[in-house]
């Protein structure tokens, strides 16, 4: 890649679409791009590798009110406990979420056993279970 991109092959480099690099602009979350004489944004390779992190937080799982605070740690070079404390609460997020998942599985796989498979929909015991069922009871447990 050269010195400076366009936004196409920043965006493409980078894994990303135009908009998104764009919004991550407006958010403050990219510079503000330096402009050609034509009036087109130019990268860098570090606005690529920027964006490249971003997307790979996004795919962590991380808000992109979390990666902001990522970003500011890592452009002030921030202390490394608060990068492992915002890990930390992610994968607590994360365990919560896989409980709560685990638990709607294993109420839908024992409805499923419960039904024949076979008959009219009158009496099927998955539509009686999800009518009388409180995911939020099944959670709780």
Same mark, same amino acid.
């Given at each position: 890649m050269s010195r400076t991109t366009t936004i196409?092959?920043? $965006?493409?480099a980078a894994g @990303?679409?135009?908009?998104? @690099?764009?919004?991550?602009e407006r958010e403050g979350l990219l510079p503000l791009a330096n402009r050609s004489g034509g009036g087109y944004r130019l990268y860098t390779a570090a606005?690529?590798?920027r964006l490249r992190f971003i997307r790979q937080a996004? $795919?962590?799982g991380f808000?992109?009110?979390?990666?902001?605070g990522l970003l500011q740690l890592q452009?002030?070079?921030?202390?490394?406990?608060?990068v #492992?404390?915002?890990? #930390? $609460? #992610?994968?607590?997020?994360l365990d919560r979420k896989i409980r709560e998942l685990t638990a709607i599985r294993d109420t839908l @796989?024992?409805?499923e056993r419960q039904c024949h498979g076979s008959g009219t929909v009158a009496g099927c015991p998955i539509i009686e279970g999800v009518q009388s069922v409180s995911l939020s009871q099944s959670l709780e447990s």
């Open positions: 196409g092959a920043a $965006a493409k @990303v679409a135009i908009d998104t @690099v764009r919004y991550y606005d690529v590798e996004k $795919a962590l808000t992109l009110s979390d990666i902001a452009d002030g070079g921030g202390p490394r406990q608060q #492992r404390e915002m890990a #930390r $609460a #992610r994968v607590s997020e @796989v024992a409805l």
